[in-house]
């Protein structure tokens, strides 16, 4: 560990000391939490209306001071080993204090945060606007607003435009788009139901989303204009587009050459086949749409691959069944629209979606949001299939649709259902071995929390902690399925994206991208320039691909630009397939050596990450023939 980042955490544990008053007193032998699940469980409970909760001062103080009482409990008692964990106690405590107007208390809070900081970006911007607020406070100007973006333009214009670039566009556009409205929305379809339920419980994840949106409503929308204004004037003033670091690196293998056709399997929410005539893997035992299993393997008209529905019956249909034609066009502009505006794009289908957003009314909020959920599913593998194929004409994608659900309100886990879904991993693994898959692509993941979350969404699994021992039956079917089939097909490289959460995949047990196994890579998110994108998560992550703004195919042959982990995943899935190209006898180990080995070394302050090197990949393969 460097001593500047030696002294930063020591620095860290001392204003802990002094916050929670220990300085002192001998330390108690506190209890180590080596994973989230780990860590105890509150309810808490509230005798209004949400909606009435953000503008009920005594209600709103009651909720705040529970919820402190048992974050400085938990630090107090716990000895927390991840840090976003930390994190993410400090930053609830900071909204408390907040709430209750204890700006000196809330500053030493986000010390604390921006010192467990491991990503440089996010350090320079956390807290930015709360800051400017708490200034402009304490400045007493008689024209609040004018101070406050005063305040806010003062500290954005000391900011490093290359280092800070992106997570200002991402603020910009939350600013943007952002609106009471829609925060109630959210509340009428995802949290008001559980408290009619339940007589107004809930647990603490629940609390704390409450007490951060009304921080919101009451602190941050009324100038939200003044935060997306500030950030257009800096944005525009500084704008210089960074290196891309990916086109030298990239390598396409010409056609013609003496290579050999390699099967790589996109396992996603479903991919449009006909984009990739040439590059599409055949059953030829398979009569196309004939309503029939010709080859007696279970699958029906299973031409390019296999799917499954949301409930793991099998399916002929390759594609998330999204609905009418009609509608297609307009939902691609609203996802087009929101990708546009997170990345600060000015765009018709941009202003066409900040119009909507601005106007929206509280009963619109779950359609819109489902709509655009249901077109991520529908898009989401045919643009992982566009990044596995590019560059390489003897790939034959083979397709594998699993099927994520795109409503607000998850329907109730069962250990039934999980016990389905298991079956169909083993039996999706076992067609790939069996119809010779090399690598297959797995841009998606699950974790524990979300199955109790869903529990809780649905007010099932009893007491809280019931609920808790639920949830983990449920998961252990699910990961432990998924975990075995991978290890049993060693012959076949399993990549994966590490996920977009910012969080530590083993300490929050993420699945596939914490899996340790030898067959398997997990891919982290940098952007053009090769710098680590602030959502990408940590813990276990092999290598580091291009996850920013990627141009890829969407069903029909259009083409869109997304982000995220996975869309870094398939371009080290797509290195994998050219290295089989060019030398099918590579095994798995040597295949997983090549790319980790042709990636280059980056250094991140006390950590070093390796960046995706595939032309450097590639030469080594055919030195090594």
């Not at 929670?20 to 808490?44: H, N, V, W």
């Not at 509230?46 to 209600?59: K, Q």
Request: aromatic share 8%; glycine share 6%.
């Amino acid at each position: 560990m460097k001593k500047k980042n030696a002294v930063k955490l020591l620095g860290t544990l001392i204003i802990g000391l002094l916050i929670f008053g220990c300085a002192s007193q001998a330390p108690m032998q506190k209890i180590a939490i080596e994973k989230l699940d780990d860590l105890p469980r509150y309810t808490y409970t509230i005798d209004v209306p949400v909606e009435e909760l953000f503008d009920n001062e005594a209600a709103l103080m009651k909720l705040a001071d529970a919820v402190e009482k048992d974050l400085r409990a938990d630090l107090a008692k716990y000895e927390i080993q991840d840090h976003k964990t930390l994190q993410n106690y400090y930053q609830e405590l900071g909204t408390v204090a907040l709430l209750k107007s204890n700006y000196d208390e809330y500053m030493k809070y986000l010390k604390v945060r921006k010192d467990l900081e491991a990503k440089e970006a996010l350090e320079a911007t956390m807290g930015i606007y709360t800051r400017a607020y708490i200034l402009a406070k304490k400045s007493g100007a008689t024209d609040f607003e004018t101070a406050l973006r005063d305040e806010y333009a003062s500290i954005i214009n000391t900011l490093p435009y290359d280092l800070v670039a992106d997570e200002l566009k991402g603020m910009k556009g939350n600013a943007e788009i952002v609106s009471k409205n829609l925060l109630l929305g959210v509340v009428e379809v995802q949290i008001q139901p559980i408290l009619d339920e339940s007589g107004g419980e809930m647990s603490k994840d629940i609390a704390t989303q409450l007490l951060s949106m009304a921080y919101s409503v009451n602190f941050f929308m009324p100038y939200k204009h003044i935060v997306a204004e500030e950030l257009g004037k800096y944005l525009d003033a500084h704008k210089v587009d960074k290196p891309d670091i990916w086109e030298a690196r990239d390598i396409a293998l010409e056609p013609g050459k003496d290579y050999t056709p390699v099967i790589a399997t996109v396992w996603d929410s479903g991919v449009d086949t006909d984009i990739f005539e040439g590059q599409r893997w055949t059953n030829k035992a398979e009569i196309p749409g004939n309503g029939k299993d010709d080859d007696n393997n279970g699958y029906v008209d299973d031409v390019h691959g296999i799917a499954y529905s949301l409930h793991s019956d099998k399916t002929p249909d390759l594609l998330y069944p999204i609905g009418s034609v009609e509608n297609r066009p307009k939902l691609q502009r609203l996802m087009k629209g929101l990708t546009d505006i997170t990345a600060a794009v000015e765009s018709e289908e941009a202003t066409e979606l900040k119009q909507i957003m601005s106007q929206m009314e509280r009963d619109q909020v779950q359609p819109f949001i489902e709509d655009i959920g249901k077109y991520g599913n529908y898009s989401h593998g045919t643009h992982v299939a566009g990044i596995t194929a590019s560059g390489n004409p003897y790939v034959r994608i083979m397709a594998a649709r699993l099927t994520f659900s795109h409503e607000m309100v998850p329907e109730e886990p069962t250990i039934e259902q999980a016990t389905k879904d298991a079956k169909a991993t083993v039996e999706a693994i076992e067609y790939f071995k069996k119809n010779g898959s090399r690598v297959v692509n797995m841009s998606w993941g699950g974790n524990l929390a979300s199955i109790e979350g869903a529990l809780e969404a649905n007010n099932a699994g009893g007491t809280p902690e019931e609920r808790k021992a639920l949830a983990r039956e449920i998961f252990e079917i699910t990961r432990k399925s998924l975990y075995d089939a991978i290890k049993n097909a060693p012959d076949i490289l399993f990549v994966t994206s590490a996920g977009n959460a910012d969080s530590d995949v083993r300490f929050e047990e993420f699945y596939p991208s914490s899996f340790d196994l030898p067959n398997i890579i997990s891919v982290g998110a940098v952007d053009q320039a090769g710098d680590e994108t602030s959502f990408t998560s940590f813990g276990k992550v092999d290598v580091y691909g291009n996850g920013f703004e990627v141009l890829s195919y969407v069903p029909g042959g259009d083409k869109m630009k997304l982000s995220g982990t996975s869309m870094s995943s398939p371009q080290v899935t797509g290195v994998a397939a050219k290295l089989l190209a060019v030398n099918p006898k590579l095994t798995v180990a040597e295949l997983r050596n090549l790319i980790i080995k042709g990636a280059d070394e980056k250094q991140i302050d006390d950590r070093t990450i390796l960046l995706l090197n595939p032309k450097k990949s590639v030469e080594m393969a055919k030195k090594s023939m």
